[in-house]
C-alpha cells in the first residue's frame, strides 16, 4: 500500500538558517510526488511537484526537493528561512497517474522560526 | 492559479442537524473532485472523489449514508454531513485538479476548508 512518512513532528530553526524536511515514500510505480504548506486559516499551497525528469525540484518562495529513488525520499529545502515560513508543510505521493487520482500525505511536520 | 473556494468557511451546529459544505472551482472546470477531512494536528485523509454525473467514490471505512456527495455540476461539489454528531466536528477540505498538459502531471488545488463544529 502506499504511505507517505515525515519524520518529523516539529522543527524549530532560526531566521536565515539552512532548512530541510525529511519525506519517504512507499510506492510501487513512479511516483508523483508533492510539498504543499498550509499556514493557520489558508488553505493548503503547492510549493513544487516532481513528475519525471530532472530529480531536483524547484519551487515558489525559494524552496526545492531532490528526488532519490533509491532513498524512496523527497526532502524539502531551503537555504535561508524567512520567519513568514512558519507553517504546517505536507509531503503527499500521488496514487495514480496525474493528479486525477487521490493524493496520500503524510503527517506533516510544523515548522516554528525563531527570530 | 486555479482557484478554488468553499462555503461556509465556518459552521456551528446542534447535534441530530444536517450541515451543507459546497465545493467551487471558481475559473475551471472540475469533473473531478475531492473531499479530505483534517483533525486537530493531523494530516489529511480522503473521505470520497466526487464525480460530476456519477456517484461519489468512497475511502474504506466512511459512511456513504452520513456523508452525502453531490456533484451538481462542472464547478460546484456538495459535502452533507448528515445527522451531525460531535465525533464529526473537524476541518473538511476539498480539492479539485487541473490538467499539467502531456508534458506535466495534474496539480490538486485545494480550497480553504470548513470548520464544523457539532454541539
Known amino acids: 500500500a502506499q504511505s507517505v512518512t515525515q519524520p518529523d513532528i516539529h522543527i524549530t530553526v532560526s531566521e536565515g538558517a539552512s532548512l530541510e524536511l525529511r519525506c519517504n515514500y512507499s510506492?510501487?510505480?513512479?511516483?508523483?510526488l508533492f510539498w504543499y504548506v498550509q499556514s493557520p486559516g489558508q488553505g493548503l499551497q503547492l510549493l513544487l511537484k516532481?513528475?519525471?525528469?530532472?530529480?531536483l525540484v524547484q519551487g515558489i518562495k525559494g524552496f526545492e526537493a531532490e528526488f532519490k529513488r533509491s532513498q524512496s525520499s523527497f526532502n524539502l529545502r531551503k537555504p535561508s528561512v524567512h520567519w513568514s515560513d512558519a507553517a504546517e508543510y505536507f509531503c503527499?505521493?500521488?496514487?495514480?497517474?496525474?493528479?486525477?487520482?487521490?493524493?496520500?500525505f503524510g503527517a506533516g511536520t510544523r515548522l516554528a522560526v525563531h527570530p | 492559479g486555479a482557484v478554488v473556494s468553499q462555503h461556509p468557511s465556518r459552521v456551528i451546529c446542534k447535534s441530530g442537524t444536517s450541515v451543507k459544505i459546497e465545493c467551487r472551482s471558481l475559473?475551471?472546470?472540475?469533473?473531478?473532485m475531492f473531499w479530505y477531512r483534517q483533525f486537530p494536528k493531523q494530516s489529511l485523509m480522503l473521505m470520497a472523489t466526487?464525480?460530476?454525473?456519477?456517484?461519489?467514490?468512497?475511502e474504506q471505512g466512511v459512511e456513504k449514508d452520513k456523508f452525502l456527495i453531490n456533484h451538481a455540476s462542472l464547478t460546484l461539489s456538495t459535502l452533507t454531513v448528515t445527522s451531525a454528531h460531535p465525533e464529526d466536528s473537524s476541518f473538511y477540505i476539498c480539492?479539485?485538479?487541473?490538467?499539467?498538459?502531456?508534458?506535466?502531471?495534474?496539480?490538486?488545488?485545494f480550497g480553504p476548508g470548513t470548520r464544523l463544529t457539532v454541539l
Open positions: 510506492y510501487g510505480a513512479t511516483p508523483y
Open positions: 516532481y513528475f519525471s525528469g530532472d530529480t
Open positions: 480539492s479539485a485538479p487541473v490538467s499539467g498538459g502531456l508534458d506535466s502531471t495534474d496539480t490538486q488545488y
Open positions: 503527499a505521493v500521488g496514487a495514480g497517474a496525474g493528479g486525477y487520482n487521490k493524493l496520500i
Open positions: 475559473d475551471f472546470q472540475a469533473t473531478t
Open positions: 466526487s464525480n460530476e454525473g456519477s456517484k461519489a467514490t468512497y
